[in-house]
């Protein structure tokens, strides 16, 4: 009587390498090897979408320039997706019971602050999503001269002290 090979419906690894002469042990760290593995690759995996989700966002859609009364740059304001970046141009001086407040101006709609801005030093400040919808809709971007903390309604309350040339052309 001849006895047939069985056959192996799975291919097991472990059992593989057994037979190839390996011992339990060295089969057992090929798999746990093989199991990181997977787990490397997907690490590696999502690292790349973040990285790209962030490049996204870096993309600047527009630089507006920001001018006193005698038409000179006071500040840049650098428009991404998901915050702006300020970047003074002249040292301007402010007392120290007030703040400067940047704000989106639109045609038919009330203005919408986008933040206290830093006077003196590169800033930069996130924006949500109200205020990106503004700042797609604005003609002109302000600051004002406002007390300490900002403006206490929503709206400005002291004088405009720059503004930007018109964003729509």
């Known amino acids: 009587m001849s006895t047939a090979p069985r056959l192996t419906l799975y291919h097991n690894p472990y059992y593989s390498s057994l037979r190839q002469g390996a011992t339990p042990a ?40 920001l001018l006193d009364a005698n038409a000179r740059p006071v500040i840049r304001v650098d428009i991404y997706n998901d915050y702006l970046k300020m970047y003074p141009q002249q040292a301007i001086m402010t007392a120290k019971s007030s703040d400067l407040e940047l704000w989106a101006l639109q045609d038919n709609a009330s203005p919408v602050s986008l933040g206290l801005i830093s006077p003196q030093t590169e800033d930069w400040a996130g924006i949500n999503f109200v205020q990106q919808k503004s700042l797609k809709g604005a003609r002109q971007l302000a600051i004002t001269l406002e007390q300490r903390g900002g403006a206490k309604h929503g709206q400005p309350q002291g004088p405009t002290l720059y503004i930007s040339t018109p964003l729509r052309e």
């Open 26 to 65: 060295n089969a057992a760290k090929k798999t746990a090897w093989r199991r990181m593995s997977v787990w490397v690759y997907a690490s590696l995996l999502i690292g790349v979408l973040a990285l790209i989700v962030i490049w996204q966002n870096e993309r600047l859609q527009r630089q507006v320039m």
